[in-house]
């Protein structure tokens, strides 16, 4: 009998290996999953399973569904220390009144350091085991996911005017290759070219950050179309919408991940499908800040890949995968008037294999499948809110809430445990972002 770091028995695996019009019929009951060496090496019924390995670590999971771990598409992930700064106000007033001084007046490597923390503590606990970042100081955001032992793509930010992290693109782009480097080795955490978005880059950084991601193969994580505003000023400005720029600037191509995408024409939708542009889509951010919806039916019909990601806890207010794939799907169906649209199986995909496609780490992570790491998600479904179970992804996406999200693992580190965390001090954390909240509001108040 073969010896094995770890032996996982769920009640129930979605391993969302497949095609999401597929994963119907990819609810399996009393499986059994191997770890090794921190990768899946065999899955299978739970009798098979265990009269051919065995492990010091047999973790049981009754009333349990194990999927994989959740991906969050796009955030800004010390901006948890924002959280309820500036609310109820339209996206431009939010930056510029609000956002965009307080970042000058406080960001630094530390508040990166503790906002990061603070996001990656609460992302884990509920279930995400991989986020894509777009902020100042990456290099700091992929040390802090290295240590808590969570999946990166940081954002090597891009943006026309100088801040506390680089004075000009030249530096942003300098400073943001260097920190890739960096990561080369890393078996957690890598980097993309995080251009902020068409209204706040120019044309000659655009082009060379196309340029290189074509010779480095790497993603390019921008905000587009996500008001009618932007669309209306590029038109006065360029005389032409944001994505048709971004077509003649090389950029849209498999490697771009459009954040929020709002405002779009269907022809748009057709050529964003046939360039294979990914659209990383965040409903509660657009809901809140009133930007617009996504057309996901229509983009998911066209066969665009869709992710879901919660944007920055300052304008979302939380980081709650789960609650996004809820809104993501409802959303969907009030907007197209349509209730079969963004299904709970086409939201999970997109929690999942969605988001790692995106960010081109498919053969990686996204799914239960032998030969990917084994970053994984167990719920416990015995609570009320998802009683009886008849079909448990249904449940996961309209009835399940975070707190029901009792272990995690990430490359096989079991990185939360019976609601635990077990690589970040969570009361330590927490002090810490208090102390940070104290600060900016005495600055505010002063």
């Not at 120019?202 to 008001?227: F, G, K, N, Y």
């Not at 669309?231 to 720029?245: D, K, Q, W």
């Not at 809140?288 to 019909?301: E, F, I, N, R, T």
């Not at 709650?320 to 993501?328: C, H, K, P, R």
Request: hydrophobic residues 40%; aromatic residues 6%.
């Amino acid at each position: 009998m073969q010896s094995v770091e770890q032996i996982l028995l769920p009640e129930w695996m979605i391993p969302v290996s497949e095609k999401p019009s597929s994963l119907e019929n990819q609810v399996f009951k009393d499986q059994a999953v191997v770890i090794d060496n921190g990768v899946i090496t065999a899955l299978g019924s739970r009798r098979e399973i265990l009269a051919q390995f065995q492990s010091d670590s047999v973790v049981e999971l009754p009333e349990h569904v194990l999927t994989p771990g959740l991906i969050n598409a796009h955030t800004h992930s010390a901006m948890t220390l924002l959280r309820g700064y500036a609310d109820d106000l339209p996206l431009m007033e939010w930056l510029s009144a609000h956002i965009w001084p307080a970042e000058s007046k406080w960001v630094n490597e530390a508040f990166i350091s503790a906002g990061t923390n603070l996001a990656i503590a609460e992302m884990l606990r509920g279930g995400t085991t991989c986020f894509n970042d777009m902020y100042f100081f990456p290099d700091v955001t992929a040390r802090c996911a290295e240590q808590a032992g969570i999946r990166a793509t940081v954002g090597m930010i891009v943006i026309d005017f100088p801040t506390v992290w680089a004075k000009d693109a030249d530096e942003y782009i300098s400073k943001g290759l260097a920190t890739r480097d960096a990561l080369r080795h890393s078996s957690l955490v890598n980097a993309a070219f995080a251009p902020h978005a068409p209204y706040t880059v120019s044309d000659q950084p655009l082009e060379r950050i196309a340029t290189l991601a074509d010779e480095l193969d790497c993603p390019i994580h921008m905000h587009v179309h996500e008001t009618a505003h932007e669309v209306e000023e590029s038109t006065a400005r360029y005389g032409m919408r944001p994505l048709e720029r971004l077509e003649r600037l090389g950029i849209l191509n498999r490697r771009l991940c459009a954040v929020h995408m709002t405002q779009l024409l269907p022809a748009e939708i057709e050529t964003i499908a046939e360039r294979g542009v990914n659209v990383l889509h965040c409903p509660q951010s657009n809901l809140k800040l009133a930007s617009g919806m996504c057309p996901v039916d229509a983009m998911l019909q066209a066969g665009v890949n869709v992710a879901i990601g919660t944007d920055g806890a300052s304008s979302n207010n939380d980081l709650d995968m789960l609650g996004e794939m809820q809104q993501a799907s409802l959303l969907a169906k009030g907007v197209s008037d349509n209730p079969s649209a963004m299904s709970a199986y086409q939201s999970l995909y997109a929690a999942t294999m969605g988001g790692a496609k995106s960010l081109g780490l498919e053969n990686t992570t996204g799914s239960i499948e032998v030969g990917k790491a084994a970053d994984l998600m167990a719920v416990d479904l015995s609570d009320p809110s998802t009683q009886p179970v008849f079909n448990p992804v249904s449940l996961l996406v309209y009835s399940a809430s975070r707190s029901q999200v009792n272990h995690v693992w990430v490359a096989g580190k079991q990185v939360l445990q019976n609601r635990t965390l077990t690589t970040i001090d969570l009361e330590e954390t927490v002090l810490e972002a208090k102390g940070w909240g104290l600060k900016i509001a005495d600055g505010r108040a002063s």
